[in-house]
Every structure is written in structure tokens, then in C-alpha cells.
DNA sequence: TATGAATGAGATTTCATTCAT
DNA sequence: TATGAATGAAATCTCATTCAT
């Protein structure tokens, strides 16, 4: 009795935070792998440590806990986004480092891509519905608006064109490959996956990104 | 009662061919709007006018269903790619009608656009195994490639660009319009179905492509 | 007009004939191997020349078809067992032959063996509603009696026993050796196919019934 | 009220073993009668108290219930075999007592002998996949190898037999009455179920066997 | 006599979720 | 807070049989 009396609450609640974010991970594998339709609850409770009635506990159904992975997975791209420093850089550089920066984050996380893709199926209506995503300020926007506005002052970039319009653009780029990598990469007999071609086509982006915000 | 009377023995043939084609195009659209997993076969059927039988009568399972579909949604695009006449055009006419092509197409076909982007979920475990769709040899690379060396004789390209990479980049700025319009549109506050945003879009998509490929 | 008609009535009953033949033999090996519940009527209709409709055109159901098999069935070993000609045999030779044409018989027909075995899981229902079946005179229960008359009259069998009786012991050694060849072969890791162990069983067969016989 | 209190936290477990072999033992039942195509999933869903649903978080499949039945029925005859003692009995009682019991347990369990039966219909294939199943040594072939050595030692077994095919002799006897038993019965007009049958049969195998291994 | 299409009824299996403790 | 057992509802699929011509 004396010895080793279990530790009172923080350590519960770190537990329980450990717990959450333990059958977050192994849902966010799951859903990105299978979709939302295609994900069993039952496949997710067997790959983590505690039950899958804390699935239940913690989430309420399968869709809170896919509106979670949801809302954690763009929140990381988010606070990845603000942590670029631009401002230092001329905005040509500066837009090469978007680019490269969007480039890299897709190709390096396809789970995020999938789960994009995912959530479209479904209409973004669980994006829709979550005032936490919806209130997700993208600051990228205003970085693209800020190098188009330098550029522009500089006598360097003659296209009209929208921040939003460009960060599209640059998106579809690098979303594309990495969604699309299968049917793509099937069809026309290419291996999307292999290094050279990952450089070949960022160097491509970037020209095109670039070229096409220079104007003539 | 004098007109139109049920035509004789080949009509047996026919109603079976338009059952098939019947329950196709039913499944068609479940598949895009639900997915794979999400699909429904009850639905599909509770919208033919026959029964659900029918469906594992003519396609032996859900995912030969989907496969049937598949192969009819690609068989459809390639199609009219060939019919695109490109050869009378100049280079720089022949790529904006290219992309003209690509982008209407996709806008005009949304089921096509969700439809790859559920098989790119499936790995394209689908595509692969359909020795129909292996084989479907796509006309369009053949077009670029075409346009390319004549735009280069011309003296009027100078991006030395592969033409699978060239279509990859049309269809990536045309694909991810449409297959990600409910997350971007929702992020980022931008109704993407509407028509001025349509032709802005359009314009930006084939002044990029030809910029590029023009190089500088 | 003048040549070749098509031939009258005979023909078309030869192939009627024909067509019941081939729908018999095929729904025999798929009875045999798969049990009456296991047994596919589209399996049967896939391997047959004519369409699945005669199966019911002349058999009328499943049921009938699987009754019609065991009629068949029966009949073969029945039919043989009267051409056996022991009477110009001794009375010790005749058992001994008789041994022989049950064991080789269980043997080279292991269909036989399995539909039997099946007609007991269905408590030998069809058996016994099948009054040509019920009418099926065994031969061999006259056979075996006469031997034992004479082989006492001959002072060489003391055993008392009934024919019928003789008959379940001599088939049950034959039979199991063949019904029960895969949980017996395995279990004990014998293969029951092995020709050396096939004569080395039918020699104990014939000396445990001919001992048995001789009496002591 | 005072009496019998629902018992503690061990009662969910044993409730669930109690389910378990509710099941299994229907489940035993509806595979003897109908076989394992034959036999329904909701037939026995309809005989427990629980839900068809439970039969599939228990076993899995129609065909792993039907694999736990063969396992159980498989694991009670060896189980009992092993607890006869005949080493304190002469050889030629210890031969008797075999058969007497191997007699016995045939007519007993008629549905050992169908599930047998139904399990060979199959070749085997489900004993073949159990290790289980494929790890039950048999301690009766142990048991008649001695039998068979001390009755040769002693000079009353002259016969050179191997104790397996020792066993499938008296087993053929004694499972052909009960597996063929409607076949048989019909044909040749016999009760197979009538004591008397059952007492002069048991009779006669213990004669023909004791016989047969004395030899002469 | 022959046939390809069709089908109702019911089979097995799956799944997210909740209960009892 | 935690858990193993349980479950209703619905999903996919199968099968012997019949229809329309």
C-alpha cells in the first residue's frame, strides 16, 4: 500500500492524450489507405493499444474520428506554411521556394493527398461542417500575394493574376502526381515514384510557375 | 396500332444489351458519387428497372461492375481524343486546342474526374488488372508529340519537354479544378463551378501551357 | 430442296437419347464430387452441349436429376454383379471371387462409393422413394447364399450366417477403404491409392471373409 | 433472492464459453444432418439463443464452425480411445474390448460417423488444413501394436499384420453399418437399428476379427 | 424442341455501434 | 476510465427455377 500509489491526474490526462493521438495516427493510415467508406473501424481498433471502444470514447463515431485525422492533417501543412520566411528573398526566389516547398510537401506526404482526394469524394462536406477547418487562415495566400505584389513593383512580373488563381496553379502541379500517380503512371507506362522523374517535373513546375507569373 | 410494332426475334438481344447498358449507366454514377467501397448495389439496383439480380447476371460482382464501368468512362475519352484533327492546325493553334479539349472534357465530365480519382484511391489495382484498359493505347501522347516537333520546326517552340510530361502537366491544371473544387473552393472561398471563374481559369491554363512550352 | 432433308423422327430421339446421356454423365461427376446440396445445376449446364433448360426439360428438377444419377448408378453395379458366373466354381473360389468383384468394383469406381455415401447423409431418401430402385433385385444375396449352401453341404463353412449379413462385411471392407480414403489416408498418413497397399488390402479382405466363413 | 447470485466478473467469461459451445454443439448437429453445404447458417442461428451474428464473431465462417465441430468431434473419440486400459487384460480380451469399443462408439454417435462421412465427400480438405487436427495422434494404433505383439508372443496371433490396417478393418466393419445404414437398410429390407441386428453384428466382427489376427 | 434472359427467395457475411460490468 | 461480449441492420452474393420467344 505504501509503495508506488498510481499518479493522480496529469499523468491520466497524458495518457489519455497519448491515447488519442495513438488511434489518431493509426486512423489517419486507415482512412488515407482505404477512404472513409472503405476503412473499418474494426481494422483500426485491432492495430491500436487500447480498445476500440475508446475509439468511441474519444471520437463518438467513425466520422468524428475522420473529421479529426481531417483537421490534424491540414493543420500540419497549415503551421508548415507560416514557418516559411520569404521576405528576405527576392521574389523570384521566393517564389521558387513556394513552389519547391509545395512540391516537397506533397511528394513526401501522399497520405495528405489522399485524404484530400478522400474528402472531395465526399463533397469537402466534413471540411464544410468543422468550424476548426474552415477558420484555417491560410497564410499562403497572403505570401503569394505579397511576392506578386513585390514582383510586380520590381518591374520583374507582368501577369495580372490572382494569389489564389496561382496558388491553385502551383497546387494542381504537385497534387496531380502524387494522386494521380497510379491511373497515370499505369497508362503511360511511367514510374512516378522514381527520383529522377520526381526532379525532372519540380524543375518543370517551377519553370512554368515562374515563366508563366513573369508574363511577356 | 399500326406503327411500331416490337420488332421480332433480335429484340431479346437488344433488351439484353440495353439492361447491360442500363444498369452501366446507374452504376456510373453511384460509383462517382459514392466511390468504390461506398457504393451501393441495393442502390443501383432500387434505380434499374430490373433487380438487383441482374447486376451479378451480366457483371458477377460489385467490382466487376466497377470495372465495366471504368473501362467504359476511359474507353469514352479515349474515343474522342481521336477524333480531335489537329494536323491542319498550326502548332500553336493545335496545343490551345489541346488543352481546350482537356479542359472542357474534364469540366463537362466531373463523374470521369471522380471516377480516377476513386480508382487512384484503389491504387489503380483496377486498371492494372483490365487487360482492356492496359491496352488502351492513348492517341493524345501521339498528338503532342506531334505538335511538338512541328512547333520546334517551326521555330516557334523551344522547351525541350517530353510529351507524357507535356500531358501530365494539361491535366494535372485541368484535373485538379474539378476533383478538388470542393476543398479548395471551400478553403479558399472560391466557387469553382461558376462560369466566369470557368473561363478565367480556361485562358490562365492555356496561356501557362504555351508559355511554357514556347520557352524563352 | 431435294437433298439431304433433315432425317425424321428416329434421329431426332437418338439425339433426345443423346442429350439425356450427356446431361446424366456430367451431373454424375458433379454429384459425386460436390454431395446433392453442393452440386451446382449451373455447373452442370456450363459442361453439357445443350443449354441448361433441357436439364429441367428432362429431368424436371435438381432432384430429379440426382435421382436420376443414382438409378443410373445402381443399375451399373447390379447389372454386373448377374454376369458373374459362380456356379462352376468351387465353394471357396466362388467367395473368393466374389470378394474380388466388390473390392475391384469399389475400387475402380470411387463415383460409385461417393454418391452412396451421399444418398446416406440424405438418410437414403430418394433410395427409398425410387421404385425402380426399391425394385432393384441383388443378385448378389442369392449368390452368396447359394455358396454358403454349398460350401456346407461341403463341409468347408461352419460359420452360420446370413447371406445379407456376408454381404455388409464383405462391402463395408471395401467400401470404407474407398469412402473413407482421405480422413483414414491422411489421419494416418497412408496414401489408400498406392497400388502396393490396394493389393495387400484386397488380400486381407479375402482371407478375413474366407476365414471368417471357414469357421473354426 | 438469497440463492444463487449471479456469480462475479469471471461470469462474462464463462458466459462466452458457455456461447461458444452452445453454438458448436447445434452447429455439430445441423452439419451431421445436412452436411456442410447442406447445412444453414440461420438453421442454427435459429436454435441458440443467440444471434446469427454471433456464430461469425465466433468462428468467422460457415466454414470454420463447421471446422470447430470436426475438431471437437475428432478430439472426443481420440480423447476416449486413450482412456482404455488393456494392458491388464490377455491379448485376445484387449482385441475384443477394441472392437467392442470401437463397436459402441460407431452406434452411439451416428453423427461422428456422418460428419466423417461429409468430411471425405470433401476429401478431407478441412482436416487436411487443421493442425490441429493433423497433430491428433492416435494412441489406438499404439495400443493394437501392442495387442497384436504380445498375442504373438504368447502364440495365439499367427496372423503378420499391420496395426494400421488392423484398424481400418475393424473400423470398416463398424462404421459401414451406421454411415450405409439407409442404403443398405433399403435394399436389402434390414433395420439396421434393431437391437438384435446390433447385438448379432457386434458379434461377428468380434469373431471375424479375433479370427482373422489368430489366423491358422 | 430449344434457348438466352430473367428472377424471387434466401444464402452468407460485414459493419458500425452499444451493452453489461 | 476501461473492456470484452454482443448485436441489429444491412450489405454482397448465390441458387434453382421459369419466362418469352
Redesign the pocket.
Known sequence: MPDSPPPATPS?KL??EK?RQNILAVARQEFAEHGLSG????AIAARIS?????I??YFG???GLYLAVLEQVYGGIRGLEMTLDLDRLTPIEALHQMVDFTFDYHEENPDFVRLVSVENIHHGAHLKQSEKLRNLNSSVIVSLATILERGKAAGQFHRDIDAVDLHMMISALCFYRVSNRHTFGTLFARDMGAPAVRDRHKGMIRDAIAGFVAGN
Open positions: 491520466r495518457d489519455a491515447t476503412a473499418r473501424v474494426d487500447t480498445t476500440k471502444r475508446m468511441y470514447y463515431s467513425k466520422e
